[in-house]
């Protein structure tokens, strides 16, 4: 890990905005620039989604989550890699490449070119599609909250079209980009999808699907919560399906008024609870909601159930700061914005009492670790995170922390380079919980272009086994997902 004075900050700004330039451009083409060596028992592809398009017709779009979703294809075999990424062909990204400006406003605040008149009562909103990807049952999926997701052809990353799920998903309905992969009990189970919907409004209805490897459903069931929800995110364990209702109100004047994106009229509460919702699996049992610290959580890392208690270990935020209108997002000041960290919330199911614990007060987010341990104790956990340990400041390096130790292990690449997800993907064969590679895609600011770097995860200081150079940049993305050789 690199040395920086303690009182520079770890990066320059403008290095950072570079990072989220647009990029329209399509490839398709072998990664001959590698340094290091690929393990040749990676075998795999990885995918990422995220904003492609941050700027339209001399436009700036005004936040990344407003970004048409691109999807990154990252191949592995036998010690090459190949590369392609494509834009989802959505519905609005089509109709605006046609026209060359924007047509639709975007939910964290980007407008229609024309003022008032151009904005005002317009509701109609984009699928962007550029949250995350999910590869399940033989179908590759961009996913985005707030709509229908896109199924994508896995190889080629055309755009098949909208996917209903056999008519699950009505037109209107949504699908998270969050769904979490239950390995089952024990290595005999089959694994299933999980996932869910959400209509909000005064009050919220969740809708929790359990999918078998052909997306044959295995189990449905709604729960209605008081109030609006911005839910994320969620987590499982062998028995709950467990949501934080973040304190937010929802003043949708100034949307109607076209004067807000939809997200910047979401207002934290500070002196209202955080709810933790636990679901009964077994739908027949009542729903738990439990309050907690005022706080804010986009995602969380895992959960489990150990002596009548369940741990939610969860990226945290002290309060969800207000997105301002005409505030664009590469101006914002990282002093003055909470920074996310790593928290564990031990419910006692006996009393129903909630403790928080801060686990990892370094700046993190995107949570990773090792998908046979989703719902389950575990040990390891893998985030990206800030290079100084104090501090608001953009992602530059990999934390993972032993969770039974303490340890911390730090792989930097300030002051230059800056962090995306991390992604564990296990060693094919492997038995140790951390016995697999970390992958994560960096940019590069020096060269202005993006690496996919490949990490012992069991050596994480020892830093990037391979670095593969792309010939170009890929804007700062989303999620992603990592899929054995299909
Ligand atoms: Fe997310």
Not at 74 to 89: E, L, P, S, Y
Not at 256 to 267: F, K
Not at 291 to 302: A, Q, Y
Not at 441 to 461: K, N, P
């Amino acid at each position: 890990m690199k040395t920086l004075p303690s009182e520079a900050l770890s990066y320059n700004r403008n290095d950072w905005q570079r990072g989220y330039l647009s990029q329209p451009q399509e490839f398709d083409y072998w990664i001959d620039e590698v340094d290091g060596q690929i393990p040749f028992e990676l075998q795999g592809t990885l995918y990422r989604n995220g904003p492609g398009l941050l700027d339209m017709n001399g436009q700036t779009i005004q936040h990344p989550f407003d970004g048409d979703g691109m999807v990154c294809r990252i191949t592995f075999d036998k010690g090459q890699a190949h590369f392609r990424n494509r834009f989802v062909r959505t519905e609005g990204y089509v109709a605006e490449q046609k026209a060359g400006q924007i047509l639709y406003r975007g939910v964290f605040g980007t407008q229609k070119p024309g003022g008032f008149f151009a904005n005002a009562f317009n509701l109609k909103l984009k699928n962007i599609a550029n949250t995350s990807v999910l590869y399940w049952g033989e179908k590759l999926l961009a996913l985005w909250e707030g709509a229908e997701p896109h199924r994508l052809e896995p190889h080629t990353l055309e755009t098949i079209g909208i996917e209903r799920l056999n008519g699950l998903i009505k037109p209107g309905g949504t699908f998270a980009a969050h769904p979490r992969i239950d390995p089952g009990s024990s290595p005999t189970d089959a694994r299933r999808l999980v996932n869910f919907s959400i209509k909000t409004g005064l009050s919220s209805t969740i809708t929790i699907y359990e999918f078998d490897d052909h997306y044959q459903l295995l189990h449905q069931q709604s729960r209605t919560i008081p109030g609006f929800a911005f839910l994320h995110d969620f987590v499982i364990t062998p028995h709950y399906y467990i949501f934080f209702q973040n304190p937010v109100q929802f003043d949708p004047l100034p949307f109607i008024l076209g004067w807000q994106g939809a997200g910047q009229c979401i207002r934290f509460r500070p002196d209202q609870p955080t709810q933790i919702l636990l679901i009964p699996r077994d739908s027949s049992q009542p729903m738990v909601s439990l309050g907690t610290v005022p706080c804010f959580v986009f995602h969380h890392g895992n959960a489990f159930e150990q002596d009548n208690q369940i741990m939610v270990d969860s990226i945290g935020y002290e309060y969800f700061p207000k997105v301002e209108p005409n505030q664009d997002f590469r101006e914002i000041d990282f002093d003055t914005l909470p920074a996310g960290q790593l928290w564990r919330f031990t419910i006692n199911l006996a009393d129903g009492s909630v403790d928080r614990q801060v686990i990892e007060s370094r700046c993190c987010e995107f949570p990773s670790i090792h998908p046979n341990y989703v719902g389950k104790p575990y040990r390891y956990l893998y985030t990206g995170a800030a290079h100084s340990p104090t501090g608001n400041a953009p992602l530059q390096a990999i934390l993972k922390l032993d969770l039974h130790s303490g340890y911390r292990h730090v792989w930097s690449i300030a002051p230059r380079g800056f962090m995306t997800e991390p992604l564990f993907v296990p060693r094919p064969g492997g038995t140790a919980e951390d016995d697999g590679w970390i992958l994560a895609m960096t940019y590069d600011s020096t060269h202005h272009r993006s690496d996919v770097v490949i990490l012992s995860a069991q050596d994480i200081e020892g830093g990037a086994i391979a670095s593969l150079h792309l010939k170009h940049h890929i804007p700062y993305g989303l999620h992603g997902c990592f899929v054995q050789n299909m």
